[in-house]
């Protein structure tokens, strides 16, 4: 695969002359009132959601600890102390049946994540095994497997699988204050790869990591302009583990939090734009404002990865006190129009 400029992607983005969303532009929606930035937000919702439903994704780590990268957030990283242990890939049982448990509690996609930094061969096999089983469930499978090399998306869209997550979790000109061990390029080069197969992307970030709000701008607007841009777009807020290097970070401003999910709704209209990691710290208020902000899919279930997670019954309390319906319930309801029940 041909690779291009630092920044650019092959096959992915823009030439930033062309960008469809320049950065001066995405930091002016953020300098926007918040009444106005929600109500364009909302209102573009709408538009392309008109059914308001919220996606339920569920995300097991199959394989935890003992990464080699450097990433200054991640508890999985082996260089740092933080009290998880480096375990084998899971069996193909312990998988299917996280993933039934998943698909009866409402979620609809089964992401399976793995603390690697490029999957080696043997690690594709049993993934590809995993991937067409949980496929055969009925239900859209993800997987987070690190960089790819070429021919790996592949191997991975023959399998079955629908998306990969790739996130670049942040603005390019704040990167290196978090990872050393990656260039921004390699994970740009790996999403180019992942469309060139034909596979649908996930990508986002993480904020509060000590970026200012320029560089949040600088996060949207990278996923802005791909081309096209990420099907799902999950918004994390910094968990801080003790152990890492971003433990201690003055935290983000909750507000900040929201009008960063509105910026991505009006910049990526027919995303689904996911609250991720750190929902637990946000609180019910909090969640309630980014889903009027335009969020429309959360993980859902007890763990991400290895950090907590709003449980799943505090999960649909909520979204039922927001008279907010599940995917799955409209899929469910699609179909019964669809055979006259």
């Given at each position: ?84 242990e480096a375990k084998k890939i899971l069996d ?94 390699d994970r740009l080069d790996t999403l180019g ?16 990591m000590g970026e200012t709000r320029e560089q ?126």
């Open positions: 695969m041909n690779t291009i400029a630092l920044h650019r992607p092959a096959a992915a983005i823009k030439p930033a002359e062309n960008a469809t969303w320049p950065l001066a532009d995405v930091l002016a929606l953020f300098e926007l009132p918040f009444p106005e930035l929600m109500h364009r937000a909302s209102t573009l919702h709408r538009e392309y959601f008109p059914d308001g439903d919220v996606e339920l994704a569920t995300l097991l780590s199959i394989k935890t600890g003992g990464c080699e990268e450097d990433c200054g957030y991640c508890p999985q990283a082996a260089r740092y102390d933080t009290g998880v193909i049982d312990t998988v299917l049946d996280a993933a039934r448990a998943a698909k009866a509690s409402g979620a609809t996609r089964f992401c399976m994540g793995a603390a690697w930094r490029s999957p080696k061969e043997r690690d594709m096999e049993k993934v590809e095994t995993m991937v067409r089983e949980v496929k055969a469930l009925g239900m859209e499978t993800c997987a987070t497997l690190g960089m790819l090399e070429a021919g790996q998306a592949e191997q991975l869209k023959k399998a079955g699988l629908d998306y990969y997550n790739h996130n670049i979790d942040t603005a390019p000109d704040f990167y290196n204050n978090v990872i050393s061990t990656r260039e921004y390029q790869r992942v469309r060139e197969a034909g596979l649908k992307v996930c990508c986002g970030g993480i904020v509060g949040r701008a600088g996060l949207i607007a990278q996923l802005a302009n791909l081309n096209p841009y990420p099907e799902s777009v999950p918004v994390n807020h910094l968990v801080q583990v003790a152990g890492t290097p971003l433990h201690g970070m003055e935290k983000l401003d909750p507000i900040e939090f929201v009008r960063t999910i509105a910026v991505a709704r009006i910049t990526m209209p027919q995303a689904r734009v996911r609250l991720s990691a750190g929902r637990r710290e946000l609180g019910e208020a909090v969640q309630a404002m980014c889903f009027m902000a335009g969020a429309n899919s959360i993980f859902y279930g007890d763990k991400l990865l290895t950090t907590d997670n709003p449980e799943a019954d505090d999960d649909r309390v909520l979204l039922e006190k927001l008279g907010l319906k599940t995917r799955a319930a409209t899929l469910d309801s699609v179909q019964k129009e669809a055979c006259g029940c």
